[in-house]
């Protein structure tokens, strides 16, 4: 049997996108696996999960400064991830930036997903962006993490319609049905070794 590659995942709460990672991890010939959950927050949706399903987790304190992480926790993180031999991690609802040795460790081995079609709509709350834009498409994108905001080369993009009623609720709900499905995908590729990046462009074998 072929050796799944080891992921990481950091999330800070509900964790349906980590759930979800963790599904497909399940499914016959997957090819990557969930050596570990790390959050920020002790009382992330995420934990809960992990505890329940045997997935190693771990809290790690990122500092008081909202939206950032201390280069101790970069340093904490990074050493989690390294010594259970994880290759790539997978920020899904991580509210922080990632910089420092996590992010230098993990330099194009680091995915995430934001719920907009990037580049239009970073940081928080796309979902509201786009509906207070006035767009008629949006969705989500699995792009990989650089050391701007949501600024790396993009992987998946999947798009669902604005409606005329939507709310900020209901368009993030549709939009996170595709998260469900993209993230899994993303890493199914990028695990399968399907994935070259050349600049910002990046080239999925088998695709036209
Ligand atoms: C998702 O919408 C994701 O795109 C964004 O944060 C949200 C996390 O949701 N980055 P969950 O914790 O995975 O349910």
Redesign the pocket.
């Known amino acids: 049997m072929e050796e799944k590659m080891k992921i990481a995942v950091i999330?800070?709460?509900?964790?349906?996108?980590?759930?979800?990672l963790a599904k497909a991890c399940r499914e016959d010939g997957y090819p990557a696996e969930i050596a570990l959950l790390i959050t920020d927050n002790p009382e992330?949706?995420?934990l809960a999960f992990a505890r329940d399903n045997g997935i190693e987790s771990f809290v790690v304190d990122c500092g008081s400064r909202r939206g950032s992480m201390s280069p101790e926790s970069s340093e904490k993180m990074r050493r989690l991830c390294t010594e259970r031999g994880v290759e790539l991690v997978c920020?899904?609802?991580?509210?922080r930036i990632v910089k420092g040795s996590l992010l230098d460790e993990y330099a194009g081995r680091m995915l995430?997903?934001?719920?907009?079609l990037l580049p239009s709509f970073k940081g928080l709350h796309?979902?509201k962006q786009a509906l207070d834009y006035g767009v008629k498409v949006s969705g989500?994108t699995v792009h990989f993490v650089d050391a701007g905001v949501d600024t790396g080369p993009i992987i998946i993009q999947k798009v669902v319609p604005v409606m005329r009623d939507d709310t900020e609720e209901s368009l993030?709900a549709r939009?996170?049905v595709e998260?469900h499905k993209a993230y899994p995908e993303a890493v199914r590729l990028y695990a399968g070794g399907k994935i070259n990046i050349e600049g910002r462009r990046v080239l999925i074998s088998d695709e036209h």
């Open positions: 999330a800070s709460g509900r964790g349906s996108n980590f759930i979800a992330a949706g995420a920020l899904a609802g991580f509210m995430n997903i934001h719920p907009a796309g979902q989500c993030s939009i996170l998260e």
